[in-house]
């Protein structure tokens, strides 16, 4: 798990801080290292199929989300690398507030 900067939390953080990301994020979370399709993403969020792929992208780019191509679908699944090195940072910054 690489270091982070204040510019990366700010994007990892600024990832999460809208509401269908963080719902997709929980739902990956909860749905294991497996993963799930985007279509299944879609069904159980409500979203359309072009939203969940836009937010979705956002997820893989700043490490939150991986996929992978499985068949004719591809599989996303939460990362704890992402949300690992944010949490880091956080209470590395705020180490003095104990």
Do not use: W
């Not at 997709?24 to 399709?37: M, N, R, T």
């Not at 499985?70 to 939460?78: E, L, N, T, V």
């Amino acid at each position: 798990m690489a270091e982070l900067d204040i510019k990366n939390a700010v994007e990892i953080l600024g990832a999460l801080a809208q509401e269908n990301r963080l719902r997709i994020f929980l739902l990956l979370a909860d749905s294991g290292p497996e993963g799930i399709p985007a279509g299944i993403i879609s069904a159980s969020s409500d979203l359309t199929p072009s939203s969940v792929t836009f937010h979705l992208k956002e997820l893989v780019r700043t490490g939150l989300v991986k996929s992978r191509q499985q068949g004719r679908f591809m599989i996303y699944s939460a990362t704890t690398d992402g949300i690992s090195s944010v949490l880091a940072f956080l209470g590395g910054k705020c180490a003095s507030l104990q």
